[in-house]
């Protein structure tokens, strides 16, 4: 369904903007370039959320490093382990949904403070844990505050940034949801080589208290809240729907292993849960009231990018999760040579990021969606030909140049879909994302790890060496990621740069 021209008249009353003097600093600028530079204020917001927001998603792949020791220290089995990445993982998927509302009820200070406190608290008690329970719990109140922090990091650059700017920040955005996660292992790895697994928690916690500290003395309130009411009943329909698939996708990669509880129950929990809180929304939203808005889809521009995102973001959490277990199992590597190997790649992402967002906001999304959707599958092309024998350095090539079209791919996807969201609704539309990332993340490691596990048991069954039965297991799974990311090629055809309207010019900007 496409969005329909706005009219110039607008059905709603503009938003109220704040009637703070602005100092010198606060007022915008025009680059050499035409482009219109940032008041000094609206740098320093976005700067503070962009680190904090660092710091705290890149806790969400830090553990599966760390899980052979917390066996051996815990006395826990592996697929207890599990649980440390899967609370977070749940934790993230319940609460986004809710940040929607969150960000339009309350300042951007506290909302920050709130966000960085929770997840300050929930590292030192991961640091002080004294068994696996309070660790699980920790995690929990860990992701609490990371899940408010990237839609609060997407929905103060729609209000702050001019549209003609916004790649080049993007580009830095696609810095923290790609190379965060995908730096998880290799830090933790390089820790896990000297240190107790504590440390993994000590040496963060006192970058995320210098952040909580900075954005009390200096995060300014840049958003006007409206006075809304929380759906109590699409909180729990939410929580339903979102945390049992989650957990269902979660559970896949252990079903062949004897799960307790079979991975279909939960997953047909949370589709059900799914559709009433779609039907929920939908009559909610008729007076603004909704839980989570639904009418960002009417942009089909907003659709085709999430969908695209989706599938990128399945590609590089499963991707994130397989070639570590690739070094180690099959290649016989250290963990922290597995966790070393996606250094570069992800520096390579993290350096292209700015670069990305300059020509976006020169050229528009095309130029750089359609050779990224095409490197990243040419990729996992290639590596459904690695067996017991590939050399090391070869992965490490593949892996930077998958990071070289992901990197291609996440900024002008993430403009271009948020972009295409009316300014009323960007909260909604950074929660959507954030939700949309968490569910494609889970189902690119479940598939993967599905995928794998199925392949290497039926080639062991079958006498094949097990190192052997491994890579073929591997092989196996990048085949399915290869196929599923031809979707990819085809969206990144029909998205396009978003149309400046009418109700731009209303949003509240300072």
Do not use: C
Request: glycine share 8%; no cysteine; charged share 10%.
């Amino acid at each position: 369904m496409t969005q329909s021209t706005p009219s110039r008249v607008s059905d709603a009353p503009p938003p109220l903007r704040s009637v703070r003097p602005k100092a010198p600093s606060d007022t915008a600028r025009t680059s050499p370039s035409g482009q219109e530079t940032l008041p000094a204020r609206d740098k320093l917001v976005i700067g503070l959320l962009m680190v904090s927001a660092f710091v705290v998603i890149l806790n969400e792949t830090i553990m599966g490093v760390a899980i052979p020791s917390l066996v051996t220290d815990l006395g826990i089995t592996v697929g207890g382990g599990q649980w440390l990445t899967t609370a977070f993982l749940l934790t993230m998927a319940v609460v986004i949904p809710v940040t929607g509302f969150l960000l339009q009820r309350f300042n951007t200070r506290p909302v920050f403070i709130t966000a960085m406190t929770l997840f300050s608290i929930g590292t030192l008690i991961a640091a002080l844990a004294p068994g696996f329970g309070v660790l699980v719990a920790a995690r929990v109140v860990q992701a609490s505050g990371t899940a408010i922090m990237m839609p609060l990091l997407m929905t103060t650059v729609l209000n702050l940034v001019p549209r003609t700017s916004r790649g080049r920040i993007m580009g830095n955005i696609s810095i923290v949801i790609s190379v965060a996660p995908a730096l998880g292992p290799t830090i933790s790895g390089a820790i896990l080589s000297t240190l107790d697994w504590r440390w993994m928690f000590w040496l963060v916690l006192p970058i995320a208290l210098l952040m909580l500290a900075l954005g009390a003395l200096k995060m300014q309130n840049v958003t006007t809240p409206r006075a809304s009411a929380i759906d109590v009943v699409s909180v729990i329909l939410s929580a339903l729907a979102f945390g049992g698939i989650v957990y269902g996708l979660s559970q896949l990669g252990e079903a062949s292993a004897g799960s307790a509880v079979p991975p279909w129950l939960p997953l047909v929990i949370g589709v059900v849960g799914l559709g009433l809180f779609v039907w929920r929304q939908l009559r909610l939203q008729r007076r603004d009231a909704a839980l989570l808005d639904l009418r960002v889809f009417a942009s089909a521009n907003f659709t085709i990018s999430i969908v695209a995102i989706a599938i990128a973001m399945m590609a590089l959490f499963g991707t994130i999760i397989l070639l570590p277990i690739y070094v180690q199992n099959v290649l016989g590597m250290t963990p922290f040579v597995s966790g070393l190997i996606l250094l570069p790649g992800g520096l390579t992402m993290g350096l292209l990021g700015p670069v990305v967002g300059r020509i976006y906001d020169r050229r528009g999304p095309r130029v750089l969606l359609v050779p990224g959707t095409l490197v990243v599958s040419a990729v996992f092309w290639s590596l459904t030909q690695v067996t017991e024998t590939t050399p090391l350095m070869l992965v490490v090539v593949a892996h930077v140049f998958l990071s070289i079209g992901l990197a291609l791919i996440f900024t002008p996807l993430l403009t271009s879909a948020l972009g295409s969201v009316k300014p009323k609704l960007y909260s909604h539309g950074s929660a959507v994302f954030g939700t949309a990332q968490q569910l494609a993340g889970a189902a690119g490691t479940a598939l993967f790890i599905s995928v794998l596990t199925i392949q290497s048991t039926v080639l062991a069954d079958e006498g094949v060496a097990a190192a052997a039965a491994m890579a073929g297991g591997v092989r196996a799974a990048f085949m399915y990621g290869a196929f599923i990311f031809l979707l990819a090629i085809v969206a990144s055809f029909f998205v396009r740069a978003p149309q400046e309207t009418d109700d731009d010019e209303q949003a509240p900007v300072h």
